[in-house]
């Protein structure tokens, strides 16, 4: 079948065929496609680390939506787009802690085979809990699951026989039914990706077993193969974001490209935790966003943590011959609340099915993650750590030092000064103004431990020479806006682009960050300012530091394998590749301290901004509060999206 993409001369063509009398037997079949992605183990409307319900979160809340969806259409076809059993303390504790065995059913399919799938993507969080964990989770699943660009290791370095290690694809025969209430046959086919990075990001877990392939190649390898086989329609579920930046091939980001590929009739993405269509994508070449198209065609990306559910509407034409083709297309993405400023309205209720089904499994959640590890002298919060050294931050790093000084020692490593390098994990964004760290004096459960690292990562250590340190520092500076020192005007200091979790600031060492100059690097670790450099007096123990100085710095398996796109940080550098992962080392250096007192080292500052008298950031409204805050900024008040918004003076 021809794939049609130009609708305006579809309806023009068929309104002439109709008149002429030649397309009096063909049939007009409507279609919904309904989308979750990124749940990230939220299958409860649960918040394990503020214990607490919550309305932004949840498979359960989406499955209310869900319901209503379907019964709104005769014809559906239902797909989740990965990053599904890992991401929550709920993924963490079914996987570490109590374990699944063979033949148990992970409480994600619980919740989903109530819901009926027809099919699934793999995203590149399943691969964190290795391969044979994941094989035990997806045979519980009751719906098939794809992905195109895996394949395994075979070891012979000869492309043409490479075998998938996932099924490719999946042919659903299907039958639906027409305007007119006669049913057709049809078969939709579902193809899958994942970013083929997961080779570095998990490269523990996946190294001599299996390879990753370009998304876009592998899709005009499949798709007319799908075609040749009968698929009417086909879906492509990328667990990939948008990005209109050159094509270079191994894109993580490869969702706009896929849309150019001939033969997929919707695409259902996901992995960068946004939500299309919205403004976020609006005045992008190729976008539609009052259709929900891309280049053409049907598109929808909803959220993540259960956020939102992803509607596509087809409007199908099928001629008498039984050929398919789409006429139209509709996209939405339906929330599950709404936020104005700080309030948050739930528009729908959690759905009792989902909620029963993985009761025990969130119960036992619960309880592991109130046992306590230790205290705190002091508060723990992350509300200023994109401005100040930070708490949250600080007792990371003390901790994977800790741990590195005493696996070092005796060592060869014995003697090079080690770093210890941290992000802040919560710090706002796309999670809202509640999205913070916030750890009050006293008891330190294990929830307070996973909220201080929220990721499963595994310590590495890296060594690296003192130039490699100060790029490394380069590109986290990239979490700044470039600010006028002359100017009088407000200049929002925090480029929301950045994710935060790639802000690293690195202990051990001193230095300024000079947000008066460009950007070296972009957020895709492209040098876009060679002649700029933002990190200033860079000294270790009060002396500047070398270019040919050695350090070894503390980080996890992403950020050394390449994860960030961090200059110097492919897998090259790595010496230690340790077992624990970074918050079971916190959980263990809370333990033995007994008492810890999370102050900041105040290692690192900004460099003076001249005259710039608007220097504006968002926090959250619990800020004003905090024994932390800095004593060089003044809350001015809330903005639009219920963050607290203050004025930072540097000089």
């Given at each position: 079948?021809?794939?049609?993409?130009?609708?305006?001369?579809?309806?023009?063509?068929?309104?002439?065929?109709?008149?002429?009398?030649?397309?009096?037997?063909?049939?007009?079949?409507?279609?919904?496609?309904?989308?979750?992605?990124?749940?990230?183990?939220?299958?409860?409307?649960?918040?394990?680390?503020?214990?607490?319900?919550?309305?932004?979160?949840?498979?359960?809340?989406?499955?209310?939506?869900?319901?209503?969806?379907?019964?709104?259409?005769?014809?559906?076809?239902?797909?989740?787009?990965?990053?599904?059993?890992?991401?929550?303390?709920?993924?963490?504790?079914?996987?570490?802690?109590?374990?699944?065995?063979?033949?148990?059913?992970?409480?994600?399919?619980?919740?989903?085979?109530?819901?009926?799938?027809?099919?699934?993507?793999?995203?590149?969080?399943?691969?964190?809990?290795?391969?044979?964990?994941?094989?035990?989770?997806?045979?519980?699943?009751?719906?098939?699951?794809?992905?195109?660009?895996?394949?395994?290791?075979?070891?012979?370095?000869?492309?043409?026989?490479?075998?998938?290690?996932?099924?490719?694809?999946?042919?659903?025969?299907?039958?639906?039914?027409?305007?007119?209430?006669?049913?057709?046959?049809?078969k939709v086919g579902v193809i899958g990706f994942v970013p083929p990075q997961v080779m570095q990001w998990d490269k523990t877990n996946l190294a001599g077993k299996v390879i990753s392939k370009d998304i876009v190649d592998m899709a005009k390898k499949y798709v007319p193969e799908m075609r040749a086989k009968g698929a009417d329609i086909?879906?492509?579920?990328?667990?990939?974001?948008?990005?209109?930046?050159?094509?270079?091939?191994?894109?993580?980001?490869?969702?706009?490209?896929?849309?150019?590929?001939?033969?997929?009739?919707?695409?259902?993405?996901?992995?960068?935790?946004?939500?299309?269509?919205?403004?976020?994508?609006?005045?992008?070449?190729?976008?539609?966003?009052?259709?929900?198209?891309?280049?053409?065609?049907?598109?929808?990306?909803?959220?993540?943590?259960?956020?939102?559910?992803?509607?596509?509407?087809?409007?199908?034409?099928?001629?008498?011959d039984g050929t398919w083709s789409v006429v139209d297309s509709l996209s939405e993405a339906r929330p599950i609340y709404q936020r104005e400023g700080r309030d948050v309205t739930p528009l729908v209720e959690a759905d009792p099915d989902v909620v029963a089904a993985v009761k025990e499994e969130h119960e036992a959640t619960i309880a592991?993650?109130?046992?306590?590890?230790?205290?705190?002298?002091?508060?723990?919060?992350?509300?200023f750590a994109l401005v100040a050294d930070d708490p949250s931050i600080q007792i990371v790093t003390n901790a994977q030092k800790w741990y590195l000084e005493k696996l070092l020692n005796g060592s060869e490593y014995d003697g090079i000064p080690i770093l210890s390098a941290g992000a802040p994990f919560k710090a706002g964004g796309r999670?809202?103004?509640?999205?913070?760290?916030?750890?009050?004096?006293?008891?330190?459960?294990?929830?307070?431990?996973?909220?201080?690292?929220?990721?499963?990562?595994?310590?590495?250590?890296?060594?690296?020479?003192?130039?490699?340190?100060?790029?490394?520092?380069?590109?986290?500076?990239?979490?700044?806006?470039?600010?006028?020192?002359?100017?009088?005007?407000?200049?929002?200091?925090?480029?929301?682009?950045?994710?935060?979790?790639?802000?690293?600031?690195?202990?051990?060492?001193?230095?300024?960050?000079?947000?008066?100059?460009?950007?070296?690097?972009?957020?895709?670790?492209?040098?876009?300012?060679?002649?700029?450099?933002?990190?200033?007096?860079?000294?270790?123990?009060?002396?500047?530091?070398?270019?040919?100085?050695?350090?070894?710095?503390?980080?996890?398996?992403?950020?050394?394998?390449?994860?960030?796109?961090?200059?110097?940080?492919?897998?090259?550098?790595?010496?230690?590749?340790?077992?624990?992962?970074?918050?079971?080392?916190?959980?263990?250096?809370?333990?033995?301290?007994?008492?810890?007192?999370?102050?900041?080292?105040?290692?690192?500052?900004?460099?003076?901004?001249?005259?710039?008298?608007?220097?504006?950031?968002?926090?959250?409204?619990?800020?004003?509060?905090?024994?932390?805050?800095?004593?060089?900024?003044?809350?001015?008040?809330?903005?639009?999206?219920?963050?607290?918004?203050?004025?930072?003076?540097?000089?």
């Amino acid at each position: 079948m021809a794939h049609i993409r130009n609708t305006g001369a579809v309806l023009v063509g068929l309104s002439l065929a109709l008149a002429s009398g030649t397309a009096l037997a063909d049939s007009s079949v409507s279609l919904r496609i309904l989308e979750t992605t990124d749940i990230h183990t939220h299958l409860v409307n649960y918040d394990y680390y503020r214990d607490g319900a919550s309305d932004t979160v949840g498979l359960a809340k989406v499955a209310t939506l869900l319901k209503t969806a379907r019964g709104e259409a005769e014809n559906m076809v239902l797909v989740d787009n990965g990053d599904l059993i890992q991401g929550n303390p709920l993924g963490d504790y079914m996987a570490k802690e109590r374990g699944l065995k063979k033949g148990e059913i992970h409480p994600v399919y619980k919740a989903m085979n109530l819901l009926g799938y027809d099919a699934a993507n793999i995203g590149n969080h399943e691969f964190n809990y290795g391969l044979d964990f994941l094989a035990t989770s997806l045979a519980g699943a009751d719906f098939p699951y794809v992905s195109a660009n895996i394949f395994v290791d075979d070891g012979d370095d000869n492309a043409e026989n490479d075998k998938p290690y996932f099924e490719p694809y999946v042919l659903l025969d299907r039958e639906f039914v027409d305007d007119n209430g006669k049913t057709h046959k049809a078969k939709v086919g579902v193809i899958g990706f994942v970013p083929p990075q997961v080779m570095q990001w998990d490269k523990t877990n996946l190294a001599g077993k299996v390879i990753s392939k370009d998304i876009v190649d592998m899709a005009k390898k499949y798709v007319p193969e799908m075609r040749a086989k009968g698929a009417d329609i086909v879906i492509a579920v990328p667990h990939s974001g948008f990005s209109t930046m050159e094509r270079h091939g191994m894109e993580e980001n490869a969702t706009y490209y896929l849309s150019e590929v001939e033969g997929i009739d919707a695409i259902l993405f996901g992995h960068a935790h946004t939500v299309f269509p919205s403004e976020d994508f609006a005045d992008v070449k190729g976008v539609d966003l009052a259709k929900g198209t891309i280049n053409g065609v049907a598109a929808v990306m909803p959220g993540f943590w259960g956020s939102h559910l992803g509607v596509i509407d087809l409007q199908l034409n099928v001629s008498d011959d039984g050929t398919w083709s789409v006429v139209d297309s509709l996209s939405e993405a339906r929330p599950i609340y709404q936020r104005e400023g700080r309030d948050v309205t739930p528009l729908v209720e959690a759905d009792p099915d989902v909620v029963a089904a993985v009761k025990e499994e969130h119960e036992a959640t619960i309880a592991y993650m109130r046992e306590g590890v230790g205290t705190t002298a002091a508060p723990i919060n992350s509300f200023f750590a994109l401005v100040a050294d930070d708490p949250s931050i600080q007792i990371v790093t003390n901790a994977q030092k800790w741990y590195l000084e005493k696996l070092l020692n005796g060592s060869e490593y014995d003697g090079i000064p080690i770093l210890s390098a941290g992000a802040p994990f919560k710090a706002g964004g796309r999670g809202g103004p509640d999205y913070f760290t916030d750890i009050a004096e006293g008891k330190i459960a294990l929830k307070n431990v996973a909220d201080l690292y929220i990721y499963p990562n595994t310590v590495r250590a890296v060594l690296l020479n003192g130039d490699q340190v100060r790029e490394w520092l380069e590109m986290s500076a990239g979490q700044f806006n470039q600010i006028d020192p002359n100017s009088s005007e407000e200049q929002p200091l925090i480029n929301p682009d950045f994710p935060t979790y790639n802000y690293d600031v690195i202990d051990g060492v001193t230095y300024q960050i000079n947000v008066t100059k460009p950007a070296r690097y972009n957020k895709a670790g492209e040098v876009v300012n060679a002649d700029s450099h933002r990190i200033v007096n860079l000294a270790f123990e009060g002396k500047p530091v070398n270019a040919d100085q050695q350090f070894v710095v503390a980080t996890n398996n992403y950020r050394a394998g390449g994860g960030g796109n961090f200059p110097g940080l492919d897998g090259s550098t790595v010496i230690v590749e340790a077992p624990d992962e970074n918050r079971t080392v916190l959980g263990n250096y809370i333990l033995s301290e007994k008492t810890i007192d999370p102050k900041a080292d105040g290692n690192w500052s900004f460099a003076p901004i001249g005259d710039a008298s608007e220097v504006t950031f968002v926090t959250s409204p619990k800020a004003s509060s905090a024994v932390n805050a800095p004593d060089d900024i003044s809350f001015i008040g809330e903005d639009k999206d219920g963050f607290a918004k203050y004025v930072l003076q540097t000089k």
